[in-house]
């Protein structure tokens, strides 16, 4: 009776072995089957594309992990196009205008470079751009980004889908950049690619702006004050898995139009972003939540040196000249050239180019007209 016992219960155990491995067979199976699947994705934040705006489905391709953060892609990623050599050519970098634009907005861009972003315009200050955008499928186009940046070497390509809810993975690849590459600038000016800067009215009223360590410049909005939009037929839509029972956006942040950042507080902007969940709402995210994980960052807002309407832009220069109170005018295409001849109208170029500014000795000890 003792062996049958014996036998018996050895016979369950190699049973009960038996079935445990069995079902982790079935489990590993099940799980390569789905990690496979995932590895045939491209691996790439993909938010919908420029032919689907309205954003009610967007597909997320990661490999698969367990939980359910997702972080930003372009903190690592490779850059499809780069130029890393645009600063290191210059000692110093007064302004460099880091720009959001769209990849077909070619004609764009060669008017902003020609008019208001021709450096030679500004000796001896020397303001620099560069251009972000990520990729697009069309193959066309892509060679001719490519030998768009051939020719002026300031574009810089992210290895993510171009679209509207990627703007934030286009951010903080040119936080990164900037971290990378461009250290010397004094400033750095982040706008999309319909702004226009008067950075002669820049450099003779607001160079106190180079001076301040750790600050934001920009059209404020104050801590929850901006509604969260929930509502799935908006452009704007956050769905309810994101700032879960939150009604506003809970710290002050910048409208992205363009914004003044000090170039000491991008490297820790970028460096914040490494550990920062995704959050597709741009203006939030990248001047916003960033910020927040930065300690002391000051905001000043805009005081009537923003207009978004062209036409009051347009007129104040045409009436007043230099004496215009907008640093900052909304611009497109058949705009551009119109607005510089109307701003250089009252002001002398010299024979090598540039024009003449009143520009002040020292810097250091100018203080902000709002303050």
Not at 115 to 142: A, C, D, M
Request: charged residues 25%.
């Amino acid at each position: 009776m003792a062996r049958l016992a014996t036998y018996i219960k050895f016979t369950s155990i190699s049973l009960l072995v038996s079935v445990t491995c069995l079902s982790l067979m079935n489990y590993n199976q099940h799980f390569v089957i789905i990690a496979s699947k995932h590895r045939s994705r491209n691996l790439r934040w993909f938010f919908g594309t420029d032919e689907d705006d309205t954003h009610r489905h967007h597909h997320l391709n990661l490999r698969p992990v367990k939980t359910k953060t997702q972080y930003i892609i372009s903190v690592s990623a490779p850059y499809i196009i780069n130029n890393p050599n645009v600063c290191r050519k210059f000692e110093k970098v007064s302004s460099l205008i880091m720009v959001h634009t769209a990849p077909d907005h070619i004609l764009r861009r060669e008017k902003m470079r020609r008019t208001w972003l021709n450096r030679t315009h500004y000796s001896p200050e020397n303001v620099l751009v560069i251009f972000l955008l990520g990729t697009v499928k069309n193959q066309t186009l892509q060679q001719a980004l490519v030998n768009e940046s051939k020719k002026h070497g300031d574009i810089i390509q992210g290895d993510f889908i171009d679209s509207y809810r990627n703007l934030t993975n286009k951010g903080v690849m040119g936080y990164r950049w900037i971290t990378e590459n461009c250290r010397n600038a004094e400033i750095v000016i982040k706008i999309d690619d319909d702004a226009f800067i008067n950075m002669f009215k820049f450099f003779e009223d607001y160079s106190y702006l180079k001076e301040r360590e750790k600050f934001i410049y920009c059209n404020k909005i104050n801590k929850n004050s901006m509604p969260i939009l929930r509502d799935h037929k908006s452009k704007w839509y956050v769905n309810e898995y994101e700032y879960k029972d939150i009604k506003v956006f809970p710290h002050p942040y910048c409208s992205g139009f363009v914004v003044f950042l000090s170039i000491d507080l991008v490297p820790p902007l970028y460096h914040a972003a490494i550990g920062t969940p995704f959050f597709w709402v741009d203006d939030f995210f990248l001047f916003g939540l960033l910020p927040s994980r930065v300690k002391n960052v000051q905001y000043e807002k805009y005081n009537g040196t923003l207009t978004f309407s062209h036409p009051e832009g347009l007129k104040c220069y045409k009436e007043k000249g230099r004496n215009c109170q907008y640093l900052i005018v909304p611009a497109r295409e058949n705009e551009i050239d119109v607005l510089w001849k109307t701003v250089i109208k009252d002001r002398t170029q010299s024979i090598y180019g540039n024009y003449y500014m009143h520009l002040k000795k020292d810097t250091r000890y100018v203080k902000s007209p709002y303050t």
